[in-house]
């Protein structure tokens, strides 16, 4: 019985390891020492902005490069298939740390019109330099690049310059 209970524990703790970092794998891997959040927040990312005073205020205060990070929630429109929920995360490309790319093209060799996905939309059918088109804003984009363990609340994340406008979608 002891065996079994230890086993039971050590699966528990296993899957709920698991799905934690299938919740923030993509704030895990950030490419940042520092994130800052508004306090009205409380520590949820989502829910926290900041003016661009604060903004540049924070950059002058930062040794080094900085760049702003927007998450936004939004769906994917697949042709007769549903749809895909997904993450965008914009940032500055000339300044953010490049995620891990597997596939494709750095962050800061993005042309306009071009995201980097996580490799989890592969298994929606989307493929490198596939074009994927957003469904609240109708706005398409091109996949240019694939990174690996980049998604947020189990969704898969969508990178983007800060000049595809997705950090004022809503």
Known sequence: ???AILFLVFFIT???NGLGYADS???SNLKADYVVLN???NGVLIKSGLSNKEIQEIEKQVEGNAS???VSISTLERE???SVDVVYVTVNKATYGNPLII???DINELLDGEVIADERLKKFGYSLYATIKDSRTGKE?????????HVYSHMPVIFADLSMGFQSMY
């Open 1 to 3: 019985i002891m065996i």
């Open 141 to 149: 984009m091109k996949i240019a690049g694939f990174t690996k363990d």
């Open 80 to 82: 007769s298939k549903g």
């Open 14 to 16: 296993a899957l709920s």
């Open 68 to 70: 702003t990070l927007n």
């Open 25 to 27: 794998a993509a704030m």
């Open 103 to 105: 596939e494709g093209k």
């Open 39 to 41: 306090k009205e927040a």
